[in-house]
């Protein structure tokens, strides 16, 4: 099993940045998972924002985030990250950090673990 911690949401303007960070621990080697966020606006599905793979040589982006998101992962640190930038009020939602032994499986979805999730708030 692994446990993760998100961190780094807050209030932003609209154009403006931020930074999440998620935190694993646990039994099993960090590096030997695929990570990713998601995000869930309100009375909205969750959605996939990011991906990135074991040894983050592949990552993967929604449409809407591609070229203002970036995913990163530092496994000596357990650690991944997602730089927002440029950000619009339409990126407001809880922002979940995700682990799936399967990069594939948690880019469709259905990861096995999950965060509890870090609120993100752009003003216009």
């Known amino acids: 099993q692994v446990q993760l911690v998100e961190s780094g949401g807050g209030l932003v303007q609209a154009g403006g940045s931020l930074r999440l960070s998620c935190a694993a621990s646990?039994?099993?080697?960090?590096?030997?998972?695929?990570m990713g966020w998601f995000r869930q606006a309100p009375g909205k599905e969750r959605d996939f924002v990011a991906a990135?793979?074991?040894?983050?040589?592949?990552?993967a982006y929604a449409d809407s985030v591609k070229g203002r998101f970036t995913i990163s992962r530092d496994n000596a640190k357990n650690t991944v990250y997602l730089q927002m930038n440029s950000l619009k009020p339409e990126d407001t939602a809880v922002y979940y950090c995700?682990?799936?032994?399967?990069?594939?499986?948690?880019?469709?979805?259905?990861?096995?673990?999950w965060g509890q999730g870090t609120q993100v708030t752009v003003s216009s």
């Open positions: 995700a682990a799936d032994a399967g990069y594939n499986s948690l880019v469709r979805g259905g990861p096995d673990y």
């Open positions: 646990g039994r099993r080697t960090f590096s030997r998972y695929a």
């Open positions: 990135i793979a074991l040894n983050g040589g592949s990552t």
